[in-house]
Antibody, heavy 120, light 107 residues
Framework: EVQLLESGGGLVQPGGSLRLSCAASGFTFSSYTMSWVRQAPGKGLEWVSSVSGNGGSTYYADSVKGRFTISRDNSKNTLYLQMNSLRAEDTALYYC?????????????WGQGTTVTVSS | SYVLTQPPSVSVAPGKTARITCGGNNIGSKSVHWYQQKPGQAPVLVIYYDYDRPSGIPERFSGSNSGNTATLTISRVEAGDEADYYCQVWDSSSYVVFGGGTKLTVL
């Protein structure tokens, strides 16, 4: 069964850091682009970042550029999101999602998400 | 930056047809993907590349894309279709763009 399982969310103070992980199973992880998408409470979906299958290409939303870093370890079938200089507006449910082999979208598999709360 | 505009809400009676639009500058030249999200659940891809349906998605779901508007059409609407729907495109400058979402209410 194709599955994505996020972890690493939690409560962090403004200015703090957090690293999210997404463990993939049931497919050849290294063959697919992967993305992080977030959803603030009561709001719509917001794309955060994407990475190519080999990790060589990365893409970021303007709202997180310079603060967040996406990476992947294909030997561990795991996607990461390193979040630094966190702000209150980063509070959201963070989903990881699988794209296609070459292109980032569409995303056909999603995890259940991990919650990040930035508050003092 | 590229912007996708969706109506905040659409209401439809059971058995009727719902149409959810997604507006964007020359969106017809892009590939549009649609997601369904029910409360407390992760999004589910329902239409990709304008009109293709993933396996397991009912034929009642269809899509079209031309000019400045893409449309998700749900025929013979059922109570279980009540959800938020999001359109999405890839833009060379903005990368991944989501519409603001449309809440479909089944009356």
């Amino acid at each position: 069964e194709v599955q994505l399982l996020e972890s690493g969310g939690g409560l962090v103070q403004p200015g703090g850091s957090l690293r999210l992980s997404c463990a993939a199973s049931g497919f050849t992880f290294s063959s697919y682009t992967m993305s992080w998408v977030r959803q603030a409470p009561g709001k719509g979906l917001e794309w955060v970042s994407s990475v190519s299958g080999n990790g060589g290409s990365t893409y970021y939303a303007d709202s997180v550029k310079g603060r967040f870093t996406i990476s992947r370890d294909n030997s561990k079938n795991t996607l990461y999101l390193q979040m630094n200089s966190l702000r209150a507006e980063d509070t959201a449910l963070y989903y990881c999602a699988r794209g296609e082999e070459i292109v980032v979208v569409p995303a056909d598999v999603w995890g259940q998400g991990t919650t990040v709360t930035v508050s003092s | 930056s590229y912007v996708l505009t969706q109506p905040p809400s659409v209401s439809v009676a059971p058995g009727k047809t719902a149409r959810i639009t997604c507006g964007g500058n020359n969106i017809g030249s892009k590939s549009v993907h649609w997601y369904q999200q029910k409360p407390g659940q992760a999004p589910v891809l329902v239409i990709y590349y304008d009109y293709d349906r993933p396996s397991g998605i009912p034929e009642r779901f269809s899509g079209s894309n031309s000019g400045n508007t893409a449309t998700l059409t749900i025929s013979r609407v059922e109570a279980g279709d009540e959800a938020d729907y999001y359109c999405q495109v890839w833009d060379s400058s903005s990368y991944v763009v989501f519409g603001g979402g449309t809440k479909l209410t089944v009356l």
